[in-house]
């Protein structure tokens, strides 16, 4: 507050001189510095091209909306910090929205974020590994939902499959495939997950849990 006050009591001193005096007072309050921070996925020069109108305008009277108007564009972004630095220099925090797989849905392709919310897509090169789904965004929802809830090893899982008899495929690492049942898939996934620390395990390639109370591997 007291730094506020002394950079508007030196504000008010310049501007109550001549006129000369008075544009210079303007113009050193002028944007010249942006600086991005804690940005993971976007580039800190793409969202910098985003806010080119922001340079040269006055640091006082700078309007928040314009810029949140601006970011809210870009997919990625979840939400922002603006901190002014007198007397030119602006601080923009990022927080990004995390997408924890692709989804290719009806030939169109977008990144499911971590709260299920669907992201315009984008070729990425950090992002390229991320597992694929094959289905509907509400299907991976509750399908991912039971997952987590089992502590199932999500991070070795390389595509989601959902077919129109309402069940799931997965593939794993090594394309190693699991095909799950339409009902009470989780005892399914659990005894996957027990199976999966026996010695044998590695020389299996499919597990097909499809017939009620029977195990076909391949």
Do not use: C
Not at 7 to 18: D, Q
Not at 61 to 84: A, G, T
Not at 141 to 154: A, E, M, R
Request: hydrophobic share 40%; aromatic share 16%; proline share 3%.
């Amino acid at each position: 507050m007291k730094k506020r006050l002394i950079i508007a009591f030196a504000l008010l001193l310049l501007l109550s001189t001549y006129k000369s005096q008075k544009l210079f007072s303007i113009e050193i309050f002028n944007i010249k510095e942006i600086k991005i921070e804690n940005n993971l996925i976007l580039s800190k020069k793409t969202i910098k091209k985003n806010l080119a109108f922001l340079y040269d305008l006055n640091l006082f009277f700078l309007n928040s909306f314009d810029v949140e108007k601006k970011l809210k564009k870009m997919p990625f972004i979840d939400s922002f910090q603006v901190k002014k630095i007198y007397p030119n220099k602006l601080i923009i925090r990022i927080f990004e929205k995390k997408p924890i797989a692709i989804l290719q849905y009806k030939k169109k392709k977008f990144y499911i974020s971590e709260n299920y919310n669907l992201i315009d897509y984008i070729d990425l090169a950090n992002n390229r590994d991320l597992p694929e789904v094959f289905g509907n965004k509400n299907n991976f929802k509750t399908f991912h939902k039971s997952l987590k809830k089992i502590n199932f090893p999500v991070d070795i899982i390389t595509k989601y499959y959902f077919y129109d008899t309402k069940r799931w495929d997965l593939e794993i690492y090594e394309k190693k495939i699991i095909k799950l049942p339409t009902k009470d898939y989780i005892k399914s996934l659990e005894n996957f997950m027990n199976l999966s620390k026996e010695s044998n395990f590695k020389i299996y390639n499919v597990f097909d849990y499809r017939i009620n109370n029977q195990l076909i591997l391949k």
